[in-house]
Each structure stands twice: as structure tokens, then as C-alpha cells.
Nanobody
């Protein structure tokens, strides 16, 4: 199992930046992939960015070039640096950890609100 605690959300003006943090309760190198998802009101949860234990990353097309996912293995923490924010980036952002053994387990943080004002 793994517990995830997000922080760093808040209110920012369009064009601004925020950095989200996700602290895991176990060694993140033992986690196959960690990612950030978001869910806006009335919409489905969507993948924003992910990073594997080998360091491979992938991003949603809508955030490429603006968001960067990274990790600090020593702190068991994954970050999402968000630049050039738009009002439609407003959502609750959730940290996800995916662990695959014989089956795949998904773990979620409690979510952190990001609000971008125009």
C-alpha cells in the first residue's frame, strides 16, 4: 500500500505558475508509475502527466510545454510544475500511484484544488 499527500494548490491568475507536490509513504522507486490527474466540475478525471520508475514521462497534449513532472527519490515526492496557466486548467488535481504485481493497484491522494482566474 501507499499513502499519498498532495499540497501546493491554490488560486492564481491566468499566466501564473504553481507547483504541486505529492509525498508518498514508501520508496517511490518501488512504484511503477506516479502521475497527476485532474477533474473539473462536470467532467471526467483525466491524466495530466505521469512518470515511471525508470524516469519516462508523458503528458496530456493540453499541457505539453507548460507543465513538467519530476520527482525527488530521496524525498519520495513527485512534483508538477505548472506554468502559463489558463482558466481551463482549473480543477481538482489528484496524485496517483500505480503498482503492478500480478494485478494493478491504483492509489489516490485526497486532491488539491487549483483555480486559475482570468
Amino acid at each position: 500500500q501507499v499513502q499519498l499527500v498532495e499540497s501546493g494548490g491554490g488560486l492564481v491568475q491566468a499566466g501564473g505558475s504553481l507547483r504541486l507536490s505529492c509525498a508518498a509513504s514508501r520508496n517511490i522507486l518501488s512504484i511503477n508509475a506516479m502521475g497527476w490527474y485532474r477533474q473539473a466540475p462536470g467532467k471526467q478525471r483525466e491524466l495530466v502527466a505521469a512518470i515511471t520508475s525508470l524516469g519516462s514521462t508523458n503528458y496530456a497534449d493540453s499541457v505539453k510545454g507548460r507543465f513538467t513532472i519530476s520527482r525527488d527519490n530521496a524525498k519520495n515526492t513527485v512534483y508538477l510544475q505548472m506554468n502559463s496557466l489558463f482558466p481551463n486548467d482549473t480543477a481538482v488535481y489528484y496524485c496517483n500511484a500505480r503498482i503492478t504485481t500480478f494485478i494493478t493497484y491504483n492509489y489516490w491522494g485526497q486532491g488539491t484544488q487549483v483555480t486559475v482566474s482570468s
